[in-house]
């Protein structure tokens, strides 16, 4: 079992920029990002493979994020520039342990949640 452990939100003016981050107690395959808005459904905004480092992004999101992990592979983040108000969102850290289920209907463990609120 793997614990995540997603922070780094909080609140700036649209232009802005944010870093989350996500620390994994153990060994996983893929991370990504998710945001949820009330009403909405959940969005996957990026998603990172852990051993080729392949990247994807929303097209939402392209170009004004970039997802990342480091050299162990058990803490990553997600920085965000550009921000919007539109960005606003409780962003969530998901892991799996297989390299190709980083889709929100495989993922395998969730972090908490961030909250991050752009103002205009």
């Known amino acids: 079992q793997v614990q995540l452990l997603d922070s780094g939100g909080g609140s700036v003016q649209a232009g802005g920029s944010l870093r989350l981050s996500c620390s994994a107690s153990?060994?996983?395959?893929?991370m990504a990002w998710f945001r949820k808005v009330p009403g909405k459904e959940r969005e996957r905004v990026a998603r990172?493979?852990?051993?080729?480092?392949?990247?994807w992004y929303a097209d939402s999101v392209k170009g004004r994020f970039t997802i990342s992990q480091d050299n162990s592979k058990n803490t990553g983040s997600l920085q965000m520039n550009s921000l919007e108000p539109e960005d606003t969102a409780m962003y969530f850290c998901?892991?799996?342990?297989?390299?190709?289920?980083?889709?929100?209907?495989?993922?395998?463990?969730w972090g908490q949640g961030t909250q991050v609120t752009v103002s205009s």
């Open positions: 153990g060994s996983i395959g893929c």
């Open positions: 998901a892991a799996s342990r297989l390299k190709g289920a980083c889709t929100e209907g495989l993922v395998d463990y």
């Open positions: 990172i493979y852990s051993i080729s480092g392949g990247t």
